[in-house]
Structures are given as C-alpha cells and as structure tokens.
C-alpha cells in the first residue's frame, strides 16, 4: 500500500512539474499573441490582460502588411528552411545509415568527429563563413542560408539517426539483400519508414533554429531581397522608436509554422523522443 502511495505521490509529482514547466514556456507566447492584438496604450498600461473594448486594435498586422514586403519574408524563411531540412534529413540519415551498418577504419572517430559539431557553435566560423561566401559570391542568396543550415544540423541529425539505425533489425536488411535489393533501396524502403519518428524528431529540432535565427541573415543575405521573417521584424525596432505592435504582430505570426510543424509531427515526435526511455 505504501509502496502505491509512494507512486502516486511521485507520479503526482513529476506531472506538476512538468505542468509548471509547460505555463512557464507558454507564458511568453500568450504575452506576444494577446498584445498583438492591442492598441500601444493597452500593451503598456495592462500587458498582462486580454485585450478588451478598450484596448482592442489590429494596428500591429496592418502596419506589418503595408510596411515591408513580409510576405516575401515570409516566403524566404519559408524556402531556406524547407530546403534545409530536407538536405539536413537526407544527408543525415545517409551518413548515419554509413556509420551505423558498415564497419570501416575510422567509423569510430568520424562518428566522433560529427559530433563535435554539436558542441562547437557554428557561429564561431562566422567570419571564415563569410569570407566563403564573399569568394564564391553567394552573399545575399538564399543559397549561403540553407548551406549554413545544413552544415549546422548535420552533426545532431547524424547523432540521432545513427542511434535508432542500429536498432533497426539487421535480419530485415540481410533478408532485402537476400532478395536482390540494393542498398539505396533497402535504406529508402526498410530503414527510413521504420525510423520516421527520429526523422520528425530531427525535423523539429532543426526548424526551430533555422526560423528563429537573426545571426546569419543579418549577416549573410541582409538584402531587401533575402530577409527572413525574424530580419524583418528589425524594422520595427528603432534605436530611440520601437513600434511594438508592429514587432509583436510579425513575430505572432512568425510563430505559426513552427506550431503548424508541431502539430503534424507532434506523435512522431513524442515517439522519438520517448523510443529510448522504455526498453
């Protein structure tokens, strides 16, 4: 009976954690979303309410339509972050189905090599980046972002991917090999479906970087041309002016895709990130 108890009370335990923990991250959305919708006096005088009568305006989203092409921005982040997670998931389930099935000099430390890009920051590079771009004249394309970020999410996915590759039945392979398949078509057709949620894992871990990030668009691709959502939203933000319903309004819509990613993948995730807890 105790020992019930003791589960309950731990199990009770561990969910208002992380109860807590879920109001605490969402508490800066709601923050962004309900004052977006609020005149500049009603985000200043109660940040902290939902907008009502008196506070109510859509002066931020017209402001962000008519000022900016955000669309264009939109259309940009949309573009290099579609890209790159598609070259991140491709290259990186390759590389880790390499490490994970075949044994060769070396498997060891290039598995050791990748990641250690997960504990260098790529902006450390920063100038030798941009020094690339200059020379092989991709600055200001969407070209250098989506190279940059594949670059950057390599060494995570290759790390996650490898992990669940290794878990995939090896009998399975050796029967597709048996049947004459090659090995594009036994990692397209048996290894990739078997490990969709590390994929979607990997998918989400690597969006949400890519669209938040201000480092490399401001310095890569600055252009009217080449701004990113998170680039455009400076705009707004002046060094003695800030227009904040302006900025708040961008960035609420800024956060759609990633919640729109979210909630396709949400199961895939959640089976993902849970595959090793349980065995």
Known sequence: MSKARSSVARSGFVHLALGGYTL????????VVANSFKARAGIFSAPLQLPNATTFSLIGYQTVLKQGDFLGY????????????????????????????YRFRGNTMMGLY???????????????????????????TLTALILVYTAQGLPLAVF?????????????????RVDGLSEYTIFFRLVLPLVRPAMATVAVFTMIPIWNDL?????????????????????FIGQYVTNWNAVLSTLSL??????????????????????????
């Open 114 to 140: 990748l990641a250690l890009g997960i504990m260098i920051p790529i902006r450390l590079g920063t100038v030798a980046i941009l020094q690339g771009m200059v020379a092989t004249g991709l600055v200001n």
């Open 24 to 31: 605490l991250a969402l508490f800066p959305i709601f923050l």
């Open 160 to 176: 996650i991917l490898s992990e669940f590759m290794r878990q995939v039945s090896a009998d399975l392979k050796n029967a597709g």
């Open 254 to 279: 800024a956060i759609l895709p990633v919640l729109i990613l979210y909630l396709i993948f949400s199961r895939q995730l959640i089976r993902g990130i849970t595959a090793g807890a349980v065995k």
């Open 74 to 101: 939109f259309q940009n982040s949309l573009i290099v972050t579609i890209l790159s997670i598609f070259l991140v998931l491709l290259f990186g389930a390759m590389a880790a189905f390499a490490l994970s099935e």
């Open 215 to 235: 480092w490399f668009p401001l310095i890569l691709a600055p252009s009217e041309a080449t701004k990113t959502v998170t680039l455009g939203a400076q705009m």
